[in-house]
Every structure is written in structure tokens, then in C-alpha cells.
């Protein structure tokens, strides 16, 4: 059974940081792609970041780019979200999800319906 775990949201000022962890288990993982998403309260879920497991590629919403940066530690099964200059906007519950590679083009994994697997979320307050 898949599971995504993730950890590391809370309450930070405006301009401050955090590191956003998703812990992944039960599969492989190497042929998936992971994304990060988030849900402001009375908004639909939007695309935040995704990358390959193997790291070959990465890609960002506009408005994050320059400010966020997902990595991984294949070792720990781990994807990461550090997050820099936050600002209130970012105010939301970052999910993370994966979805199986396939031959698309990487603008595919910005789309939900490209993810099989979500975390249950953890909830990132931006203070002004």
C-alpha cells in the first residue's frame, strides 16, 4: 500500500522559511514522478512543484519560481519543498502526491489528474 506522509508545515512570518518533507512508502519509486500541491481555504488545489525521482527535471508554478525548490534524498525515500520569502499568499495545505512516468511532456504533471497517490496534507500559515 502507497503512502505518502508529509511534515514540516506550521506557522512562519512573511519573508521567512520552510522545508516541507514527504515521506514515501510502499513502492518504487525510481519510475514516478512527485509533485507538491496546495489549497488555500476557498480555493480549488493548484500545482506548486514536481520533479522526477531521479531528479532529472524539475518544474514550478510562476509564482513560486525563485522561491521554492523541490528536492529528494533517495536514500530516505524522501521528497522535499524548501520554501523561502514566503509570503501570506502562500498561505495553504501543501499535499503531496506521485504519478507514474510516462512519455509527456513534463507540463503534464502540473495537472491532478496525472497523480495516483496523494498525503493527507500539512497546513502552511503565512503571517503579514
Known amino acids: 500500500q502507497v503512502q505518502l506522509v508529509e511534515s514540516g508545515g506550521g506557522l512562519v512570518q512573511a519573508g521567512g522559511s520552510l522545508r516541507l518533507s514527504c515521506t514515501a512508502s510502499?513502492?518504487?519509486?525510481?519510475?514516478?514522478?512527485m509533485g507538491w500541491f496546495r489549497q488555500a481555504p476557498g480555493k480549488e488545489r493548484e500545482f506548486v512543484a514536481a520533479s522526477s525521482w531521479s531528479g532529472g527535471w524539475t518544474y514550478y508554478t510562476d509564482s513560486v519560481k525563485g522561491r521554492f525548490t523541490i528536492s529528494r534524498d533517495n536514500a530516505k525515500n524522501t521528497v522535499y519543498l524548501e520554501m523561502n520569502s514566503l509570503k501570506p499568499e502562500d498561505t495553504a495545505v501543501y499535499y503531496c502526491?506521485?504519478?507514474?512516468?510516462?512519455?509527456?511532456?513534463?507540463?503534464?504533471?502540473?495537472?491532478?489528474?496525472?497523480?495516483?497517490?496523494w498525503g493527507q496534507g500539512t497546513q502552511v500559515t503565512v503571517s503579514s
Open positions: 502526491a506521485s504519478a507514474p512516468l510516462r512519455s509527456y511532456a513534463i507540463s503534464t504533471y502540473s495537472r491532478e489528474t496525472a497523480y495516483t497517490d
Open positions: 510502499g513502492r518504487t519509486f525510481s519510475s514516478y514522478a
